[in-house]
Every structure is written in C-alpha cells, then in structure tokens.
C-alpha cells in the first residue's frame, strides 16, 4: 500500500470510535497523493503524517457549576492541541451538547490547514464542552465559563494557546471566559480573541467569516469567467457566518433567498430581509420560523434543510454533514453552479465527490471559511502591538487574505494537473507548508 492509505488504516485502528476525525483525515488525505509522491520517502522515514494525525495533547477536564436552583450540574471540556509547527495553537471552542473528543479532533485536524492556508503564523487546536448554552440564564452562562476557565487557563495564553469562538460561543461567552483567565492569572493579554471592542477586540470580526466567504466566492466565480452580481444565493444557518454572508452577498449585488436553524427554514423570493433576520437571531434570539410573521411572501418549512430551493449558489453555513448526496443531486437539478461552505465540513464526501464530477465549482470549508480565523489572527497582531485598526483597515486585509487563498488553492490545484479541484488544492497548499515547518524541526 501507499504511505498515504498505510496512515488511512492506521486511523481506522486507532480510532474506531471516532467517525467525525475519521472522515475528516479520510477527506482529507483522499487528496494527498499527488503531494505525498513526490517526497513519499522522506515524508515516511519523518513520520509526517503519522506526527499530522496524532496532536500533540489531547486535554479532557470536568467542568462543575451551579446552576439557579442550587444545584451542582458536570459537564465535559475539551482542549485539543493539534500542531503548533507554524504558529500558537489556534482555534475556537464550542459549547453544544453533540461535542465530543471525536468532533474536537475533526475540528482541531482541519484547523491545522486552515490557519495554514492563512499565510499566518498560527498553529491548529479547538475545545470545548457539551454544555448547552440555551435555555439558561446570563448568570448560569457566567458561572459556567467561570469555572469552564478555571480548568482551561492552565493549558492556554498568548503565544502558546489562542482560543476563540465558535458554536454557543459568542461576545457574552468570550467575555466570561477572559474575564476569568484575568483575575487567575493577574495579567492582561490577547489570550482569547473575538473579544468585545472595549478590551482589545477588532473591529470586522463577527462579519469577518461571512465576508471572507463571499470574497473568496467572488474570486472563484471570476476564475471561471463568472460575477457574483445577480445570482440567487441559498445560504444553510442563521448564525453569525450566515447572517454576515448574507449582509456581503446583497452588498455585492445578489439575491439570497433562504436562512434556517435547527427548527427548520425561510425561502424569501423578495431576498432575505437582513435587518429582520438580525432582529430575530441577534436581538430577540428567537426562532426563525418568526420572519414570516411580517414577510406574507416567504414560506417557513419545518424539519428540512434548504437545498430543494433553486439557486445559482449556496452556502452551507450551519454545521457539519448538513448537505448530503440527496441535497447534492436536488442543488444540480435546480441549476446551481458553485458551493462554498462557511461552516466546518458542512458537506458529506459523498455529496462532495458527487458535486465534482458533475463540475460543480466547490470550495471546501478550510479556504471558505477561513476569514473568522485570518481575522481572530489580525486581533492577535493588534493586541501585540497595542494597535487598534479600523473597522476598513481589517476589512481591506480580510479581503486581500481570501483572495491570497483563493490564489494559492488554484495555483496548487493546477500544479498537480487537477485544475478546478479546490478540494485537492486546498488541502495540498495547506499541508505543504505544515510539512516543510514540521521537516525542518526535526522529530518533536
């Protein structure tokens, strides 16, 4: 067997109870070939990519806290450290009932090449813990990132471990979290990014992987002789990644026609009425199935994802496995012609291959979505330097980033004669640079 498949294996037997880092590595390395043959010898004797798929710690942690009845509740916390060989750790930490170690790892691998693809200098991790933040109070939320940090602060700080936001983690969590890590540990310093305005946060940030998406699609559809201007957009989520997607998709001239959450969805044929979408998700934290209340038009559909509905593009922006093979075919059958995904491996590798061969251009989640993090990175910088940019100098630099992405995805894509494959190019460039640095460090 090849390198490539002998390391394939070895995750099977290693991991058998984890399917989410499974498919992730499988995903990922499906790719690999290519790359791996040119210096198959050298990769092999250095182990890389048995050193790639193996972090380099993996903490778990018991979380206690009381809730507002008096009683203990426990939960579970994550952090895993992946790779640090180009930079800090670097990831954000999720609080929802599904995580689990499996999930963590699959999130902590692809961060790895994500931040690579950044041209930033910043390594791979994620956490977090299967605590649910609905449904409980600001003073539950409080206590809980209280003592979920009085754990974590052991194992983080500003050039070892970065963490940031993701799912149930946003301003009010950050918050929590770093005021905590600064009473423990007494000193100031950019340990958490997406922190708010007032204590070293950076403008552009909650819009950052939303824009970044729709400046990387933009760059895409001009590679292929397209614009953005006109097209119908489905955009998956109603998150902070799908409402700011959908806030740079109209800018630049497009109609998007669907958000969701776990309930279900909103098609709109007017376009989505941002304004109203934020009041409901950002304002009043409620269910979508609210918008049409006061839109006659739109239709709210219980229990479905939004892929039967026609569109030139979509933006599956909600969470991992959201577009299967199914949803693949009935996007292709209504016309669509690129998908980008703003969440973290938002689609299934079969509906991923199936969308390929049927040259659909397809930009997978560690190029898409890589503005939350190039941003969280731009924070890092300013808190170095005691800087605070404006909200158009962060802006500026997000966009030139993804273009850069963009650029360096295609370049490798087409060096290994697999034009148009932004899967395999997105990987490849990711993965070079990860192995040059980890090469020329010898065997840590």
Same mark, same amino acid.
């Given at each position: 067997?090849?390198?490539?498949?002998? $390391? +394939?294996?070895? $995750?099977?037997?290693?991991?058998?109870?984890?399917?989410?880092?499974?498919?992730?590595?499988?995903?990922?390395?499906?790719?690999?070939?290519?790359?791996?043959?040119?210096?198959?010898?050298? /990769?092999?004797?250095?182990?890389?990519?048995?050193? *790639?798929?193996?972090?380099?710690?993996?903490?778990?942690?018991?979380?206690?806290?009381?809730?507002?009845?008096?009683?203990?509740?426990?939960?579970?916390?994550?952090?895993?450290?992946?790779?640090?060989?180009?930079?800090? /750790?670097?990831?954000?930490?999720?609080?929802?009932?599904?995580?689990?170690?499996?999930?963590?790892?699959?999130?902590?691998?692809?961060?790895?090449?994500?931040?690579?693809?950044?041209?930033?200098?910043?390594?791979?991790?994620?956490? %977090?813990?299967?605590?649910?933040?609905? !449904?409980?109070?600001?003073?539950?939320?409080? $206590?809980?990132?209280?003592?979920?940090?009085?754990?974590?602060?052991?194992?983080?700080?500003?050039?070892?471990?970065?963490?940031?936001?993701?799912? !149930?983690?946003?301003?009010?969590?950050?918050?929590? +979290?770093?005021?905590?890590?600064?009473?423990?540990?007494?000193?100031?310093?950019?340990?958490?990014?997406?922190?708010?305005?007032? /204590?070293?946060?950076?403008?552009? #940030?909650?819009?950052?992987?939303?824009?970044?998406?729709?400046?990387?699609?933009?760059?895409?559809?001009?590679?292929?002789?397209?614009?953005?201007?006109?097209?119908?957009?489905?955009?998956?989520?109603? %998150?902070?990644?799908?409402?700011?997607?959908?806030?740079?998709?109209?800018?630049?001239?497009?109609?998007?026609?669907?958000?969701?959450?776990?309930?279900?969805?909103?098609?709109?044929?007017?376009?989505?009425?941002?304004?109203?979408?934020?009041?409901?998700?950002?304002?009043?934290?409620?269910?979508?199935?609210?918008?049409?209340?006061? #839109?006659?038009?739109?239709?709210?559909?219980?229990?479905?994802?939004?892929?039967?509905?026609?569109?030139?593009?979509?933006?599956?922006?909600?969470?991992?496995?959201?577009?299967?093979?199914?949803?693949?075919?009935?996007?292709?059958?209504?016309?669509?012609?690129?998908?980008?995904?703003?969440?973290?491996?938002?689609?299934?590798?079969?509906?991923?291959?199936?969308?390929?061969?049927?040259?659909?251009?397809? *930009?997978?989640?560690?190029?898409?979505?890589?503005?939350?993090?190039?941003?969280?990175?731009?924070?890092?910088?300013?808190?170095?330097? #005691? +800087? @605070?940019?404006?909200?158009?100098?962060?802006?500026?630099?997000?966009?030139?980033?993804?273009?850069?992405?963009?650029?360096?995805?295609?370049? @490798?894509?087409? #060096?290994?004669?697999?034009?148009?494959? /932004? $899967?395999?190019?997105?990987?490849?460039?990711?993965?070079?640079?990860?192995?040059?640095?980890?090469?020329?460090?010898?065997?840590?």
């Amino acid at each position: 067997m090849s390198y490539v498949n002998d $390391v +394939l294996e070895l $995750v099977k037997t290693k991991y058998p109870e984890q399917p989410e880092f499974q498919q992730a590595v499988k995903e990922v390395f499906a790719t690999f070939e290519p790359a791996i043959a040119a210096k198959a010898e050298i /990769y092999r004797k250095n182990a890389i990519l048995e050193r *790639l798929i193996e972090p380099d710690r993996q903490i778990q942690f018991r979380i206690s806290w009381l809730d507002d009845n008096g009683n203990i509740q426990v939960n579970r916390g994550y952090r895993v450290q992946f790779n640090n060989s180009i930079g800090p /750790y670097k990831g954000g930490l999720r609080l929802h009932p599904s995580v689990n170690l499996s999930i963590i790892k699959f999130l902590g691998f692809e961060q790895v090449l994500k931040n690579s693809l950044t041209g930033l200098p910043m390594g791979g991790a994620k956490g %977090g813990s299967d605590f649910d933040p609905k !449904g409980k109070s600001d003073r539950e939320i409080m $206590v809980f990132c209280q003592s979920f940090m009085t754990e974590l602060y052991k194992y983080i700080g500003a050039d070892l471990d970065v963490p940031a936001g993701d799912i !149930g983690v946003g301003a009010r969590e950050i918050g929590y +979290l770093f005021g905590q890590y600064k009473r423990i540990q007494g000193n100031y310093e950019g340990v958490l990014t997406g922190k708010g305005l007032s /204590y070293g946060g950076s403008l552009a #940030r909650k819009e950052a992987t939303g824009y970044g998406l729709l400046y990387i699609v933009e760059e895409m559809l001009k590679a292929n002789g397209l614009e953005l201007k006109g097209k119908t957009i489905a955009v998956s989520g109603a %998150g902070n990644v799908a409402i700011y997607a959908i806030e740079k998709a109209q800018e630049l001239g497009a109609k998007v026609v669907t958000a969701s959450d776990s309930g279900g969805f909103i098609y709109d044929p007017d376009g989505i009425d941002l304004a109203l979408l934020k009041e409901i998700k950002e304002v009043r934290r409620a269910r979508i199935s609210e918008y049409i209340l006061t #839109r006659p038009n739109a239709i709210y559909t219980a229990g479905q994802r939004v892929w039967q509905t026609p569109c030139d593009i979509a933006l599956p922006c909600a969470t991992q496995n959201e577009l299967d093979l199914e949803d693949a075919r009935a996007l292709i059958a209504n016309g669509c012609l690129a998908v980008a995904e703003g969440a973290n491996m938002p689609t299934t590798l079969e509906a991923t291959r199936y969308l390929q061969e049927n040259h659909i251009l397809f *930009l997978p989640g560690k190029a898409a979505n890589a503005g939350g993090v190039a941003t969280s990175g731009l924070e890092m910088c300013q808190n170095s330097q #005691r +800087l @605070a940019w404006s909200f158009e100098e962060v802006d500026a630099k997000l966009k030139n980033i993804m273009i850069e992405i963009f650029k360096n995805v295609d370049s @490798a894509a087409k #060096r290994y004669q697999a034009e148009k494959n /932004y $899967v395999l190019g997105a990987n490849i460039a990711g993965f070079e640079k990860v192995a040059e640095a980890m090469l020329a460090q010898g065997a840590v």
